[in-house]
């Protein structure tokens, strides 16, 4: 076990209690015990508008006292810290003061929860600040110069057990950003004829269900060309090499599928096994591809992303991903759910238990549907020859003087644009 006494040994053992380095975060950790026993935590990028940190605040401190109470222990008190590096001429000291008001709402919101914060930490420019200890011998105004990486107990104790600082916040945006090279036109281009192909194809009788298994088929056959591919263990060659797998007309068939709601269930589903991985790479590649003015349409892979990230165990990314989805689709219904959970440090295995009975009703159903039809009833049987003719009853008079139109109902031009929109619309 290892002990943290001093607002330096916090500082160096944030990015070991994460697994990664929090950059532009405000990080909050549970305390359990007398002798502070860390628990759960929560992280969120720092909004830049200072008017939104209060009700973010409420929401963090919420979101992690809720998360320990259904877990069983509700917190003893917190620890906060606020990761942000300079902007242009800025200093480590000015972005400590430019915070100060973060961390004072921080702590009024977790007060108000009956939870006290006991340290909340500024760290920027390799230095770090205490809002907390007015004595200037120990907290000087200039900061304290953060340990060196790797030299302190606790970053032993770590890489003893065999834990590893995973990427940034950072690197994990950049594997998910749109492209922005040369082959953005081709990529734009391409988005723009599958566009137009999709919606005359939906005009069609049964269009929309042909086009729903034709996505997930290619998704499929892509997946695979994924897997044989020969494996790759720098994380820019991997997804340049992903890139390459893909050619400008698949991505953007799959880019436009992956908008209907029924479409991204069935494409969740792959998010446990040997598949999970393979589906992550390709939710990675896909939102690589939402260029131009198709942003939006980023939010539907970024979500996917986000979920089997955060299925396999990987917190960071799922939030990150998730984050990226919200940003690009604000009222993504599908990504607003997966982010409460994820950020909440909930377990993913109940929506993992939902997937899998859609997956197994809907194989039911499709089995039942090959089975063969029942044989039709009998005809009624013949009359026996000499037998006297029996009456037939009168047949009712139709109301109203014209024929009933054999017509059916809703095959107009007008129902037939009212089914593209609803095909079209990316309410979740």
């Known amino acids: 076990m290892v002990t943290l006494r001093t607002p330096a040994e916090l500082a160096d053992a944030l990015p070991y209690l994460l697994g990664f380095r929090p950059e532009e975060s405000v990080v909050l950790i549970a305390l359990h015990g007398e002798r502070g026993r860390f628990g759960g935590r929560v992280r969120l990028g720092i909004p830049g508008r200072a008017e939104d940190w209060p009700p973010i605040a409420e929401q963090l401190a919420q979101c992690l006292v809720g998360g320990c109470e259904r877990r069983g222990a509700r917190p003893d008190g917190i620890v906060a810290f606020l990761c942000a590096e300079p902007d242009g001429a800025e200093t480590g000291r000015q972005v400590m003061e430019r915070l100060r008001p973060l961390a004072q709402v921080l702590r009024t919101a977790c007060g108000s929860l009956d939870v006290p914060v006991f340290e909340v930490v500024c760290i920027s420019a390799g230095h770090f600040w205490t809002y907390c200890c007015p004595n200037e011998e120990c907290c000087p105004p200039q900061g304290v110069p953060l340990l060196r990486p790797g030299t302190s107990v606790l970053a032993a104790a770590t890489a003893y057990a065999g834990t590893q600082v995973g990427v940034t916040p950072r690197e994990i945006r950049a594997r998910l950003t749109p492209w922005e090279s040369a082959a953005v036109p081709d990529q734009r281009a391409a988005l723009d004829a599958a566009?137009?192909?999709?919606?005359?194809?939906?005009?069609?009788?049964?269009?929309?269900?042909?086009?729903?298994?034709?996505?997930?088929?290619?998704?499929?056959?892509?997946?695979?060309?994924?897997?044989?591919?020969?494996?790759?263990?720098?994380?820019?060659?991997?997804?340049?090499?992903?890139?390459?797998?893909?050619?400008?007309?698949?991505?953007?068939?799959?880019?436009?599928?992956?908008?209907?709601?029924?479409?991204?269930?069935?494409?969740?589903?792959?998010?446990?096994?040997?598949?999970?991985?393979?589906?992550?790479?390709?939710?990675?590649?896909?939102?690589?591809?939402?260029?131009?003015?198709?942003?939006?349409?980023?939010?539907?892979?970024?979500?996917?992303?986000?979920?089997?990230?955060?299925?396999?165990?990987?917190?960071?990314?799922?939030?990150?991903?998730?984050?990226?989805?919200?940003?690009?689709?604000?009222?993504?219904?599908?990504?607003?759910?997966?982010?409460?959970?994820?950020?909440?440090?909930?377990?993913?295995?109940?929506?993992?238990?939902?997937?899998?009975?859609?997956?197994?009703?809907?194989?039911?159903?499709?089995?039942?549907?090959?089975?063969?039809?029942?044989?039709?009833?009998?005809?009624?049987?013949?009359?026996?020859?000499?037998?006297?003719?029996?009456?037939?009853?009168?047949?009712?008079?139709?109301?109203?003087?014209?024929?009933?139109?054999?017509?059916?109902?809703?095959?107009?031009?007008?129902?037939?644009?009212?089914?593209?929109?609803?095909?079209?619309?990316?309410?979740?």
């Not at 790759?232 to 698949?250: P, T």
């Not at 799959?254 to 069935?266: P, S, V, W």
């Not at 991985?277 to 260029?291: D, P, Q, S």
Request: charged letters at 30%; hydrophobic letters at 35%.
């Open 195 to 428: 566009g137009m192909e999709i919606v005359r194809r939906i005009m069609e009788e049964g269009g929309h269900a042909e086009v729903a298994a034709d996505t997930l088929d290619l998704a499929r056959r892509i997946m695979g060309r994924m897997t044989s591919a020969p494996p790759v263990s720098d994380r820019l060659e991997a997804d340049l090499q992903d890139d390459e797998l893909l050619a400008h007309d698949e991505a953007a068939a799959l880019i436009l599928g992956l908008q209907n709601r029924t479409t991204r269930d069935q494409a969740a589903e792959w998010m446990e096994g040997d598949v999970a991985a393979t589906a992550l790479r390709l939710w990675r590649a896909l939102a690589r591809r939402c260029v131009g003015g198709y942003a939006e349409h980023a939010a539907a892979p970024l979500s996917l992303a986000g979920w089997v990230a955060w299925s396999l165990g990987d917190i960071t990314e799922g939030q990150e991903a998730l984050d990226m989805a919200l940003c690009a689709d604000p009222a993504y219904t599908f990504a607003q759910l997966l982010h409460h959970a994820c950020a909440g440090d909930l377990d993913p295995e109940p929506i993992r238990r939902c997937l899998r009975r859609e997956r197994t009703g809907r194989d039911a159903k499709e089995s039942r549907t090959d089975l063969p039809l029942p044989a039709e009833p009998p005809g009624p049987e013949p009359e026996p020859v000499g037998a006297a003719p029996r009456r037939r009853r009168p047949a009712r008079p139709k109301s109203g003087n014209g024929a009933r139109s054999t017509e059916r109902p809703g095959t107009g031009p007008q129902n037939r644009r009212r089914t593209i929109r609803r095909a079209a619309r990316n309410d979740t």
